[in-house]
């Protein structure tokens, strides 16, 4: 058995906690909690709760909490949800400015002490967050990527499986572009076993459902009072296991565009192969030309915040 993987979350709170919890009771390796000094003691109790659920199901992980970023030395992959979740009313975007600072300082702390980690961000809006993130690392872009793609397609699985009443096992799901608001759920390439989801729900039933996965965070946080976690937890550790693994699953991602759907120079969602190099392929598919046109609306809208970050 080759040596034990190691895991840094960044960011101890609702989606650092799943984290940990997940990829302990997959065996991916062993985990370091990483929050500020004020909540160094929320990451050390998460870490010692865990272990303790290792000793009752009977898992081996070790996990640790900490405040001191020289504990990720060596970590193969980060996983980054520092910042803050939105609050009701609160778009993604207007996260922007508070987060882009707390991920600048996560990435020198990153750049420094775990040079060569595949780096994964969660934090929101998203598609800035990543492009922020390797900005300050000045990492390939292979190795830093965003969560997104992953999540939103488990969003539109689900209601898809729910409104025909089939196993969410049985749905595949694409979605593309910006993690917001204008990202791009495609029906052309939504199948329940291969069978066009166009085939088996209505037009209108489709749009709505449509609508309801592009504002599927918000409706969470408007259930909630905060974000999702448990979702946006299991697509990272999805991602995490590809690379760790080199399964090279292929799943949607934030990923670094050099050219792939006629953009270039911006992290957006799309189809990518995750393998122990990191996001190994970005997988191109056939659009229609609203789905074009609507993609292209969406990689706009990441530009503009591109830009904002720029100006920070
Ligand atoms: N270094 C490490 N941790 C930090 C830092 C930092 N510089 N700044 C803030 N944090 C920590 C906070 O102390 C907090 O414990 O990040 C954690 C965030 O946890 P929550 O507030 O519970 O937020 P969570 O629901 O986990 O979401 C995190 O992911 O989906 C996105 O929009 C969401 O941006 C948000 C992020």
């Given at each position: ?41 929320v ?7 865990i ?27 980060c ?8 609050k ?14 707390i991920i600048r ?30 900005k ?11 969560m997104?793609?992953?999540l ?10 729910d ?41 209108t ?11 599927g965070g ?12 448990v ?56 659009l229609?030309?609203?789905e ?11 530009r ?9």
């Open positions: 058995m080759g040596e034990r993987k190691k895991i840094a979350l960044i960011g101890a709170g609702n989606i650092g906690g799943e984290l940990a919890s997940l990829a302990a009771r997959r065996e991916l390796g062993d985990v370091i909690l990483v929050d500020i000094p004020d909540k160094e003691g990451a050390k109790g998460k870490a010692l709760d272990s303790q659920a290792c000793a009752l199901e009977g898992y081996d992980a070790s996990i640790k909490g900490t405040s001191n970023y020289a504990d990720i030395a060596g970590v193969d992959v996983i980054v949800t520092a910042g803050i979740p939105r009701p009313g609160m778009s993604r975007d207007d996260l922007l400015a508070i987060n882009v600072k300082a996560v990435g020198a702390g990153i750049k420094e002490h775990a040079p060569n980690a595949f780096v994964i961000v969660i934090s929101n809006p998203l598609d800035a967050m990543v492009y922020a993130m390797q300050v690392t000045g990492f390939p872009h292979n190795r830093v990527v965003g997104a793609g992953a939103d397609s488990a969003r539109f699985q689900h209601f898809i499986a409104e025909l009443g089939v196993s969410t096992k049985e749905v595949g799901a694409l979605v593309l572009g910006g993690h917001g608001d204008t990202m791009v759920p495609t029906l052309s390439y939504c199948t329940v076993n291969g069978i066009p989801v166009t085939q088996l729900i209505e037009k039933k489709l749009d709505a459902i449509v609508e309801r996965t592009k504002k918000g409706e969470i946080v408007g259930l909630m009072g905060t974000s999702a976690y979702a946006p937890a299991a697509g990272a550790i999805a991602m995490a296991g590809s690379f760790l693994q080199d399964q090279k699953r292929v799943i949607g991602c934030a990923s670094f565009l050099t050219g792939q759907y006629g953009h270039e120079g911006i992290y957006m969602g799309v189809p990518s192969v995750i393998g122990k190099t990191g996001v190994e392929k970005i997988i191109e598919v056939e229609t030309d609203d074009k046109e609507l993609l292209n609306k969406s990689a706009a809208h990441v503009d915040l591109v830009a904002s970050v720029d100006k920070l």
